[in-house]
């Protein structure tokens, strides 16, 4: 199976953005690519560092022109496409900060962010609602795939809930900027890799947006931690492909049986409130 991270610069202009990662995306698909992962929210300027209520005005619903573009590239290709949005709800007033999943042009999976920060110039509290399910993993390409989203990567519980929902493989659509995100930002996904023993796929935003610098380093990652592919960091918009030996997912479990291994019930204290 091979997939892709599409790493994208976002500008002001929404339709330029979607335009500029739909060529992104048949470039992945023109390389072989069945499983392409965009950027978190990649057709907007991401959140600033100040509450700015005209920021809503950014918001679209499910079936707007972001997840449009998403679903007709899915079609077009016949690929999975794992897209990222700034969801307008039904309810006004109601935001969230949303991932959907498309295969063959279907949507399958809809997941909404659900840990959400208010630190580090990133006040996301303040425009999304925190979604109430947990993440799961749906059957797609021939395997499950599941995703949790950027600020969720400093929660192990989420992606072992992915892991024990089946996927082999983890999308992670991340918006990136601080300096001690930096310092931990490959270190953590490798170990959701490796804890789980599956693949990992991580694309991240990159350049400046409202006094942040997006730092790039969309990767791949294989259930040993290895890198298979990381960005260059140089320009607007790079394609991360590798190919991902799905056999290699059921072997790293056997030799690591993290996952037979669990003890749940020595640890209430990971799920119990406080």
């Not at 005005?57 to 899915?74: I, Q, R, V, Y």
């Not at 909404?112 to 390409?141: C, M, T, W």
């Amino acid at each position: 199976m091979r997939v892709a991270a599409i790493q994208v610069r976002a500008g002001e202009d929404r339709a330029e953005n979607i335009a500029t990662t739909a060529g992104l995306v048949d470039e992945a698909a023109a390389a072989g690519a069945s499983l392409v992962v965009l950027p978190e929210l990649f057709a907007v300027p991401f959140v600033g560092g100040t509450p700015d209520p005209e920021y809503f005005a950014l918001a679209e619903p499910l079936d707007g022109p972001s997840n449009t573009m998403a679903a007709e590239k899915s079609r077009e290709h016949g690929i999975t496409v794992v897209s990222s949005v700034f969801e307008a709800a039904a309810t006004p007033g109601v935001y969230h900060n949303t991932s959907c999943t498309y295969v063959g042009g279907e949507p399958r999976q809809t997941y909404r962010k659900s840990h959400l920060p208010f630190s580090n110039a990133f006040p996301e509290k303040f425009y999304f609602r925190p979604g109430q399910e947990p993440p799961g993993a749906i059957d797609a390409q021939g395997t499950r795939i599941g995703t949790i989203i950027c600020y969720e990567r400093h929660y192990p519980e989420l992606a072992r809930q992915v892991a024990l929902a089946g996927a082999t493989v983890l999308c992670v659509p991340i918006a990136a900027a601080s300096g001690a995100m930096r310092e931990v930002f490959h270190l953590e996904l490798r170990a959701h890799a490796v804890s789980n023993g599956f693949f990992v796929v991580a694309p991240n935003r990159i350049g400046d947006e409202n006094g942040k610098t997006y730092f790039g380093g969309s990767a791949v990652f294989g259930p040993d931690g290895d890198e298979l592919a990381m960005a260059t960091d140089h320009g607007a918009g790079e394609v991360v492909i590798a190919d991902a030996d799905l056999d290699r997912v059921a072997r790293t479990r056997r030799t690591r049986p993290f996952l037979r291994d669990r003890r749940p019930e020595l640890y209430p204290a990971v799920t119990e409130q406080r």
